[in-house]
DNA sequence: TATCTTTATCGTAATATTGCAATATACTTA
DNA sequence: TAAGTATATTGCAATATTACGATAAAGATA
């Protein structure tokens, strides 16, 4: 008990939410917000944008790269890091393909 | 320590990542995403569609509920649940912006 | 009223997440 | 090479989530 029981959901649920859940929290949301506004790859600086731990910072950067919404890319001693347009676009049109289906039901 | 720091970001910030994490759990993708199939309210066979106990799938119909992303209807001793077209196109709307300005970005 | 059906709540165990101090790693520069 | 800078990892405490058996609550039906 406790731990969630992927194995009886299908792929698609299992991998859309667990794209979903990368951003399930107010330091990756604001993360990314800050890497769409500046519009270029960051080095350095993100643990000065948030007001977490340069450790949790680290944490929380590393959880949004496994679920593949940034790429962090080496330069030098630091880390440049932007974001993966695809993983945006594909949360875009899972919302987007929801929406429409909603928009033509005739429920409620 | 171990608590979300919210204090620490915006309201923005907090809302969507509470809207997000609503669907951050594979059953709770599941039952958003089979509310939308049937397209109609549904009453009382949510339990039999999903692999989990009764009182599991009530647990994930509350934070559903709770986060406004699906409402209720009392119907008799049963309860019509239906997905708020609303709170799908706020995270649609959050995603194409964000989409739309990655577009347009040069970075990376 | 007694029973059935449907959904919610309580209590609890297992597991996951969040956050940070301490420390390690890796690259840069003096 | 030594010191500095940037990021990652480790270890751990606090808290949250997930799941379900048992039970309660509320309306339907015999």
Do not use: W
Not at 45 to 64: A, G, Y
Not at 66 to 71: D, N
Not at 74 to 98: P, Q
Request: aromatic share 6%; hydrophobic share 40%; glycine share 4%.
């Amino acid at each position: 008990m406790g731990a969630t029981k992927t194995e009886f959901f299908t792929d698609k649920q299992n991998s859309i939410s667990t794209l979903i859940k990368a951003l399930a929290h107010p330091a990756r949301v604001a993360i990314v917000e800050y890497l769409v506004k500046v519009d270029t790859c960051i080095c350095g600086d993100i643990v000065d944008e948030l007001p977490l731990s340069q450790p949790t910072v680290s944490q929380h950067l590393k959880e949004l790269k496994t679920a593949g919404l940034i790429k962090g890319n080496v330069d030098g001693n630091a880390i440049c890091y932007c974001v993966d347009e695809t993983a945006i676009a594909r949360l875009r049109d899972y919302f987007s393909k929801m929406s429409v289906k909603l928009e033509k039901s005739k429920c409620c």
